[in-house]
């Protein structure tokens, strides 16, 4: 692997998931976990089909080499199974700038804390450790689930770019696009903290 920007291999460790480096002995577990229809309704390629789930994670392991890309696989550590995917992409060096995306994560372990502290250890990573400028984020214009999880990240919303991706099924989406910058990372460090610990009171 040439010299980039995020060192292989990378783990990011959290009270309840560690996020660890996708590798091909997770594939096959990591599928299981995917194949529900329902994860992949506004994400253009649907990963509930065998085929494209390896497509679409082989391509994932080839970007890593080629330092676009840096994928991750959920780890629970409760439960020890994987349950869920993330990644760092759209990885620019020059800019210090990257996206966070890719994220999915089982539905039964929707509206947990979990997406939170995920998110909290990609952005410590990537402002703390990297000192990017720009973290970026996006989703489906009408998928509103997610839009509303990423504002209440703190994230703050740019705009609908029009026409912005192909889905596997032909049709156009447009993509909402949303950001954090370095000068807005402390104060979305400190509500991203309240939100998993208010979340964490809820749980019986």
């Known amino acids: 692997m040439k010299d980039n920007w995020i060192k292989h291999p990378t783990i990011l460790n959290g009270d309840t998931v560690d996020l660890l ?85 089982t539905a039964d372990h929707w509206a947990t804390n979990i997406n939170f502290e995920c998110k909290l250890l990609l952005l410590t990573f990537a402002f703390e450790k990297l000192s990017a400028l720009r973290v970026q984020l996006k989703t489906d214009e009408t998928n509103l689930r997610s839009r509303k999880a990423i504002q209440k990240i703190g994230a703050q919303f740019e705009g609908i770019l029009r026409k912005d991706r192909i889905r596997d099924n032909g049709t156009s989406r447009n993509t909402a696009y949303f950001s954090i910058l370095d000068t807005e990372w402390e104060m979305v460090k400190e509500h991203l903290g309240r939100q998993i610990e208010e979340r964490n009171k809820k749980v019986p």
Not at 29 to 42: N, S, V
Not at 63 to 79: D, S
Not at 87 to 98: A, C, N, Q, S, T
């Open 21 to 105: 480096p996708l590798e091909l002995n997770h594939f096959d577990e990591l599928y299981i976990a995917a194949a529900d229809k329902k994860l992949w309704e506004f994400i253009p390629s649907d990963c509930s089909v065998k085929e494209k789930f390896y497509e679409v994670y082989h391509a994932a392991l080839e970007e890593r080499e080629k330092g676009n890309h840096y994928p991750f696989v959920i780890f629970h550590k409760p439960t020890g199974k994987l349950i869920g995917s993330t990644r760092f992409l759209d990885i620019v060096e020059r800019d210090r700038k990257l996206e966070i995306g890719w994220t999915w994560i």
